[in-house]
């Protein structure tokens, strides 16, 4: 397991994808192999500096993603799963691909209303700073769990953030809402245009072209962001994990680069 306690500040422009090279394909492709540091200096926008990382997370349940051309709404970014990140490249030809990562729960995951026990958690904590007064970010949230599972295991994930006049919120969550985002909370009821149904697994269009991730059904790219006080220093913690059950299914977030609102 991954545990890496350093310091380092850094700018990188928010221009284009990511500051690293994009493979020419349409399937989604993980490199587990980066080191937590190029991970996440990778997310670092314009004026936006990180420092202090820390993964609590297995070797092959994370890493770096790149898809210019699939279904999965983003080009390239940092992804965190309760499984094998290598798993989420499609196409989509398994109906549930059940991969635990052996991890531990989370103690902030289990005080979600509707959550009943987590287990395979996988998180990156950071500190972060901008220069502006808003940070924000793009992610997409997936689960083999859809939809078999919908009202049976409420997976979650959040993304917790405090710092100077920020209390300790999750603002991973749906548009002009408090309602957090989850497989019972975004499906083909429950909120449908946040909803991108990927197919049962193992047949139709999306188990035969590899433009089609692995899981079942994801979010479309919604997009988090937070007020800050510029150049204070907040805390924030990215996490995933298994509600109740272990071999179900996994669940991964795929998250984009951190940019901060500009001031003119």
């Not at 420092?51 to 770096?64: H, K, M, R, T, V």
């Not at 992804?79 to 531990?104: C, E, F, H, R, Y």
Request: hydrophobic residues 40%; glycine residues 10%; contains cysteine.
């Amino acid at each position: 397991m991954k545990q890496s306690y350093y310091y380092f500040c850094l700018i990188i422009f928010f221009i284009g994808y990511m500051a690293m090279p994009i493979p020419a394909w349409a399937q989604l492709i993980v490199d587990t192999s980066l080191d937590d540091e190029t991970l996440i200096q990778s997310l670092a926008g314009e004026g936006v500096l990180v420092s202090n990382i820390q993964f609590d997370c297995p070797d092959e349940a994370y890493g770096w993603f790149s898809c210019p051309d699939c279904n999965v709404g983003m080009g390239a970014g940092l992804i965190l799963t309760s499984g094998t990140a290598a798993d989420a490249a499609g196409p989509n030809t398994i109906d549930v691909a059940a991969t635990g990562n052996g991890n531990g729960g989370d103690a902030d995951l289990d005080n979600i209303p509707g959550v009943m026990g987590t287990q395979d958690a996988c998180s990156v904590s950071f500190d972060v700073q901008a220069a502006s007064d808003t940070l924000k970010f793009n992610y997409v949230f997936g689960s083999e769990e859809y939809l078999e599972f919908v009202g049976s295991f409420n997976d979650v994930f959040a993304f917790y953030i405090e710092g100077p006049g920020v209390p300790f919120q999750n603002i991973a969550l749906l548009p002009g809402t408090t309602t957090v985002v989850s497989i019972n909370n975004v499906n083909d009821v429950d909120n449908p245009e946040y909803y991108v149904d990927n197919g049962p697994g193992g047949a139709g269009l999306s188990a035969s072209d590899d433009y089609y991730i692995r899981y079942d059904g994801f979010t479309v790219v919604l997009e988090a962001k937070v007020a800050m006080i510029p150049c204070e220093t907040y805390r924030l913690r990215l996490v995933v994990a298994d509600d109740l059950d272990t071999t179900l299914g996994f669940r991964c977030i795929y998250t984009s680069r951190f940019a901060q609102n500009q001031q003119h």
